[in-house]
């Protein structure tokens, strides 16, 4: 078996390439040690010390080395721990969980969506599903709708996304102009 690394545009953090699927259906975050214990391979990435985000996707896994951390001395670690995971067959997730499936309180909502905007909802999702979402998985990442209110579309990045440098103009210059394009309700988007 090989892993391919790639480069994304956050310098911190590597895109991991197993060539077989890593999710089903998804994609999942893992912030911190305690929220790694739901994997067994994220917590052993975190049980390297020297991590603070693993991201899993379709068919990646994107880490996120912690401040001062060399790629150089980390990248063997990680590819090791991917290697023994996948060539074992090893559970993805403890105790039988579903893979699929974000943690319920990173999928709420941080604002009440008002019912009568349940169409302009649904076109949000559809472009962010069809458009963005591929996108930001090519970068390592992904994407969570979090509301819309008042002309305001509030996003979560996600992986590699999350601390990229130029994250910010992912979400005002890209997915804003995107939104405000094809659906006129929009008015602005924010991170949440």
Same mark, same amino acid.
């Given at each position: 078996?090989?892993?391919?690394?790639?480069?994304?545009?956050?310098?911190?953090?590597?895109?991991?390439?197993?060539? %077989?699927?890593?999710?089903?259906?998804?994609? &999942?975050?893992?912030?911190?040690?305690?929220?790694?214990?739901?994997?067994?391979?994220?917590?052993?990435?975190?049980?390297?010390?020297?991590?603070?985000?693993?991201?899993?996707?379709?068919?990646?896994?994107?880490?996120?080395?912690?401040?001062?951390?060399?790629?150089?001395?980390?990248?063997?670690?990680?590819?090791?721990?991917?290697?023994?995971?996948?060539?074992?067959?090893?559970?993805?997730?403890?105790?039988?969980?579903?893979?699929?499936?974000?943690?319920?309180?990173?999928?709420?909502? +941080?604002?009440?969506?008002?019912?009568?905007?349940?169409?302009?909802?649904?076109?949000?999702?559809?472009?962010?599903?069809? &458009?963005?979402?591929?996108?930001?998985?090519?970068?390592?990442?992904?994407?969570?709708? %979090?509301?819309?209110?008042?002309? +305001?579309?509030?996003?979560?990045?996600?992986?590699?996304?999350?601390?990229?440098?130029?994250?910010?103009?992912?979400?005002?210059?890209?997915?804003?102009?995107?939104?405000?394009?094809?659906?006129?309700?929009?008015?602005?988007? %924010?991170?949440?």
């Amino acid at each position: 078996m090989f892993i391919e690394t790639a480069a994304t545009p956050n310098p911190a953090s590597l895109k991991f390439l197993p060539g %077989r699927q890593v999710m089903q259906s998804g994609s &999942r975050e893992f912030t911190s040690p305690e929220t790694a214990e739901a994997s067994p391979l994220a917590q052993a990435i975190f049980d390297t010390g020297e991590v603070v985000n693993v991201f899993f996707g379709t068919d990646f896994v994107t880490v996120t080395a912690a401040p001062g951390v060399s790629w150089a001395d980390l990248k063997p670690q990680v590819v090791a721990i991917l290697l023994d995971h996948f060539v074992s067959e090893a559970p993805l997730f403890a105790g039988g969980t579903a893979d699929g499936i974000s943690v319920p309180a990173e999928d709420e909502l +941080v604002v009440d969506e008002d019912e009568a905007d349940a169409d302009v909802v649904a076109q949000i999702n559809e472009l962010l599903e069809t &458009r963005v979402r591929p996108a930001v998985a090519g970068d390592g990442g992904d994407i969570a709708y %979090r509301g819309f209110k008042d002309g +305001v579309v509030y996003l979560t990045l996600q992986g590699a996304c999350a601390g990229c440098p130029s994250s910010t103009a992912t979400l005002k210059q890209g997915i804003e102009g995107l939104l405000k394009h094809y659906v006129p309700e929009v008015v602005e988007v %924010r991170a949440a």
